[in-house]
């Protein structure tokens, strides 16, 4: 019984593995924030391999980065910007795929904690690397109950949208995001830990440019009333102190915009395609530039 019970298990594995295989599955799987970071790191880390990153620009980021719509910047790019994680996560997951990509671009509204969340060091434990780097049905993204929310999110995208869009023209609630953002957005950070963050972030960015991978750095656009808080000010500060504009490649903000928010830092679907393709009419100034 229990011999023809782990077979009639295999069988169903195998037959789950080759319909993921010879499936294409369109939809976003992830249940909530923490697992579509999961996702995409294990994307990165499984699916790609080393011809491919050395093509790549990486984006790194937090949620702000992740809004960007990555297929409209073209060929080659890949958004590991995390939600409610930061820079330091997506580099860490860089570093931990071993592979230099072509360049890093980097965001500049927020950097935090420089310690790599637990999750993502767990993806290189052998038994969790090796399992997801041979079998997709191993991979979060294709867990049967997450594949079933996705499908069910897909089906009410519109009515979703729908939400969101009426929940951001209460202009009540976006005044509140506005000023609850202010009050979090004008503490300040000691400079002894900025140092510290900065001073990482450094060397860390010096290996990556040994081994041949460029650097560049961008600011998302936030809501005018927030982008001279106290800590976008002082992060501006220190980027420019660590990577002066004379030795780096930045990104500059848009001189005229009418970007619309859906709670003053993160940008809506119409503005985020027409950021990202702002973006990338810059970046392919840049090109050729040192």
Not at 157 to 174: N, V
Not at 179 to 199: A, K, V, W
Request: proline share 3%; with cysteine.
């Amino acid at each position: 019984m229990v011999r023809k019970s782990l077979f009639v298990a295999f069988s169903l594995l195998v037959i789950y593995e080759l319909v993921l295989r010879l499936t294409l599955v369109s939809w976003d799987s992830s249940q909530n924030d923490k697992s579509a970071n999961i996702i995409s790191a294990q994307n990165y880390m499984y699916n790609y391999s080393a011809a491919e990153i050395a093509k790549d620009t990486v984006i790194l980021g937090t949620s702000v980065s992740r809004r960007l719509i990555t297929d409209s910047l073209g060929k080659h790019f890949v958004n590991l910007s995390f939600n409610a994680w930061t820079v330091y996560d997506g580099l860490g997951v860089v570093k931990m795929k071993g592979k230099p990509p072509a360049c890093l671009l980097i965001e500049t509204n927020y950097v935090k904690s420089l310690v790599v969340q637990p999750e993502l060091s767990g993806i290189m434990e052998p038994i969790s690397y090796y399992s997801g780097r041979m079998l997709k049905s191993m991979q979060l993204a294709n867990q049967p109950a997450g594949l079933l929310v996705g499908w069910g999110k897909s089906r009410m995208q519109s009515r979703i949208d729908a939400f969101k869009e009426k929940k951001r023209k209460d202009t009540g609630l976006y005044n509140l995001n506005i000023r609850q953002n202010i009050g979090i957005m004008n503490e300040t950070t000691p400079d002894s830990i900025l140092i510290r963050r900065f001073t990482a972030l450094k060397r860390m960015f010096e290996e990556f440019q040994e081994e041949g991978t460029a650097i560049i750095f961008y600011e998302v656009p936030i809501d005018h009333k927030l982008q001279n808080t106290n800590s976008m000010v002082e992060v501006r500060k220190y980027f420019n102190i660590y990577f002066p504009k004379k030795e780096f490649r930045y990104v500059s903000l848009p001189k005229n915009d009418n970007y619309i928010y859906s709670d003053g830092v993160h940008l809506n679907k119409e503005s985020a395609l027409a950021y990202t393709l702002y973006l990338k009419t810059e970046l392919n100034k840049l090109k050729g530039v040192n």
